[in-house]
């Protein structure tokens, strides 16, 4: 079973929407949780960084919230643009083997006009 | 500022060859990591480095060795190549703990 479980696989929105992914962890301890872009044919791309002590972080138009109590994430994307269309990895960090990064298998976003 | 080069994009192999993907990092950063993405799903951690002349499994390893001589370069090399081992491959690095990783553009592999 996977570690880090994202929802929905895949998501339509209109642009100027606003949208909610979810993500939902078993891996313990861990050290931080991020959100990742990554668009078609490129390597992911940092979005935010959350500790375990941390409820929230936002990057621009991106939101991301942590509960690690109930070992959830979400990031929300408000008013959407075309550009954002891309997957969206949650991610997991564990504090041993070189902090080794467990990835969720991705929300495909697509936004459009 | 390059931060993490992956060269090459793409390479077909012939079963049973051998090849070298190779990854450079400009940012002195002493954790370096190599992934496979393969369609749908997460990316896969095949080994990492913690610093020069420190190299350990991660959690796809078999068929796939590398060794890291400096803090810039972490090559990856397949020795034989398997239909399996098609995949895109992605190298990072990071300075670690609650630090951002870097990923360079893929180097997408196809083994026939």
């Known amino acids: 079973k996977n570690q880090v479980e994202q929802s929905p696989q895949s998501l339509i929105i209109l642009e100027g929407k606003n949208c909610t992914l979810q993500?939902?962890?078993?891996?313990?301890?861990?050290?931080?949780l991020r959100w990742y872009k990554q668009d078609t044919g490129r390597g992911p791309v940092s979005l935010t960084i959350?500790?375990?002590?941390?409820n929230t972080k936002s990057n621009g138009r991106y939101t991301a919230t942590l509960d690690a109590d109930t070992k959830q994430s979400s990031l929300h994307i408000t008013a959407s643009q075309l550009s954002d269309s891309a997957s969206y990895i949650c991610?997991?960090?564990?504090?041993?083997?070189?902090?080794?990064?467990?990835f969720g298998g991705g929300t495909r976003l697509m936004v459009k006009p | 500022n390059a931060g993490v080069t992956q060269t090459p994009k793409f390479r077909i192999l012939k079963i049973g060859q051998s090849m070298t993907l190779q990854c450079t990092q400009d940012?002195?950063?002493?954790?370096m990591y190599w992934y496979r993405q393969d369609p749908g799903m997460g990316l896969k951690l095949i080994y990492y480095?913690?610093?020069?002349?420190?190299?350990d499994k991660g959690e796809v390893p078999n068929g796939y060795n590398v060794s890291r001589s400096t803090t810039e370069d972490f090559p990856l090399r397949l020795e034989l190549a398997a239909p399996s081992q098609t995949s895109v491959y992605f190298c990072?690095?990071?300075?670690?703990?609650?630090?951002?990783?870097?990923f360079g553009q893929g180097t997408r592999l196809t083994v026939v």
């Open positions: 990072a690095s990071s300075s670690g703990g609650n630090t951002e990783a870097f």
């Open positions: 959350m500790t375990f002590s941390e």
């Open positions: 940012m002195n950063h002493n954790y």
């Open positions: 480095s913690v610093g020069a002349g420190i190299t």
């Open positions: 993500c939902n962890y078993t891996v313990s301890p861990f050290s931080n």
């Open positions: 991610v997991v960090s564990v504090p041993n083997a070189g902090n080794m990064l467990t």
